[in-house]
C-alpha cells in the first residue's frame, strides 16, 4: 500500500480556517453553545481527515459553507 500523499496546502488552509470559524459560530448555538458543538464539529471533521482526493475534499468544503450557512 503506498503511502497517503500529503494534502493540498491551499485546501488545507481552507479546511482549517472553515473549522475554526464554524467553532466560533457554535459560541452562540442555543443548545449548550460551544460544549455542545465542539465534539460534534472535531468528530465530523475527524471523519474526513484521511481524505486526499481534492475534488473530495472540495465537495466536503462546500457541504461545509452550506451547513454553515444554515439553509
Not at 458543538?37 to 465537495?59: C, S, T, W
Not at 466536503?60 to 451547513?67: G, P, Q, R, S, T
Request: cysteine-free; charged content about 30%; overall charge positive.
Amino acid at each position: 500500500m503506498p503511502p497517503a500523499s500529503p494534502p493540498n496546502p491551499e485546501l488545507r488552509r481552507k479546511v482549517i480556517a472553515l473549522y475554526k470559524e464554524m467553532l466560533h459560530l457554535g459560541k452562540e448555538y442555543p443548545n449548550g453553545g460551544l460544549a455542545y458543538v465542539r465534539p460534534r464539529l472535531h468528530r465530523a471533521f475527524m471523519a474526513n481527515a484521511g481524505l486526499r482526493d481534492e475534488e473530495e475534499v472540495a465537495k466536503k468544503i462546500a457541504h461545509a459553507e452550506y451547513v454553515k450557512k444554515g439553509k
